[in-house]
């Protein structure tokens, strides 16, 4: 393919789908409950075939450009269903195919419920960061993230974590992630998620696109719902005495409003880096596309008859990796669109028009950043929060600063 | 670093801090700020190219931007973790 751009970035992470199914059923779940559904006819797990030649794809794109050290995500579907013992041999086998000058560093995201001391002594033993999801406190997590017979997962999670922040794998956690519902308290949240000591937490966006808009975002740009929850955890976790913990997206955007670059694709122009391969080896887009349209993040590439390089050439992945150039031309007139990027690229999408698009999160992200913006620059916070609000049990935010 | 601050200058609140005024924040900024300030520094210092990751995931970052074969070598970020 030609193009004027500049130079691919080769990647530098491999997402693994190690296993296609989950034993949990979280209604707002890219995979399951959005757009494509192509999980259906995947394989449940990714075979040992699938895996070694994985890791010959991994060992080739690393070589051929010359990167010495890359990341594997081991995801799903739920990934800790692959059991232990599979998921050892993807870690050994990847490893040794990548060979002695080659780091490659394992992360593995899981809902938690799987994570026992079996598990993380296998984890320990090679290196293997786990990141798990939880939205919060009980309350909060029941509202998504249920079992199939509609059970909470919150105390097997707990469990977990429990373990996972103890003294012997404490150096394995790798952070919580949670997913933002406006129904939930924001600093109640952050909080329940600051009990167990992370290393860092993140507050994902819903999936949603302008076709299909996230819970609660109007088209109206005044509304800014998800960035008034952002802002009220910002400012507990910002006015904190001693940092407590990292929140990702918020230490994202100040990071970029410093002139740094943004570390994840959901804010700033950095080029993302990363691919997806199914279980059964299909090379696909950043997987969260899924919530976009069925087959949005199909590539046709395999890892048994195609190179990384040929991702690497996809339009999409280009568009990634183009920074300012890759925005639709509504972003770059924008005055935040060095700190936004144009936010997550799936959530740009518009049924007729694709992704050249502003994010349908666009407005909250504008005065999210400008909040941000205006705090570092050493304008007053908003005054403290008042009580709950006895209809909604949520506390109700002061006026943002000016 | 503080040209691209100018860069990313961004409507009426200035995010163009002049380097003087991040030296007293890096020193009296609450301690998230600092923090950051202390990463920014670090990769501004290490040199090559910070590259996004997948969004779904907490770990698995690197401590190290990338450094290709036209990046200049630099010492590597001195922080751990995003």
Known sequence: MTDAGPAPVPFQEFVLKVHSRCNLACDYCYVYEMADQSWARRPRVMSAEVVRRTGERIAEHLRDHGVTEASVVLHGGEPLLAGARRLEHVVTELRRLAGAGTALSFVVQTNGTLLDQDMLEVFRRHDVRVGVSLDGDRAATDRHRRRPDGASSYPATVRALDLLSGPRYRSLFAGLLATVDLRTDPVRAYEALLEFDPPVVDFLLPHGTWTDPPPGRSADPASTPYADWLIAVFERWYAAPRRETGVRILEEILVLLLGGASRVESVGLSPAAFVVVETDGEIELVDTLKAAYPGAAATGLTVHSDRFDAALAHPAVRAGQRGVAGLPGACRACPAHQVCGGGLYPHRFRAGRGFDNPSVYCADLYRLIGHLARRVAGAPGPPPAGPPDPATERTVPGPAAA | ?82
């Open chain 2, 1 to 82: 670093m503080a040209e691209r601050m100018r860069e990313a200058e961004f409507g009426s609140a200035p995010t163009i801090l002049p380097d003087q005024l991040l030296d007293e924040l890096a020193e009296n900024g609450t301690d998230v700020l600092r923090h950051v300030i202390r990463r920014v520094r670090a990769e501004a210092g290490a040199g090559g190219r910070i590259v996004a990751r997948f969004n779904n995931q907490n770990g698995g970052v690197p401590t190290a931007p990338y450094l290709g074969r036209d990046a200049p070598a630099g010492p590597g970020a001195d922080e751990a973790g995003p």
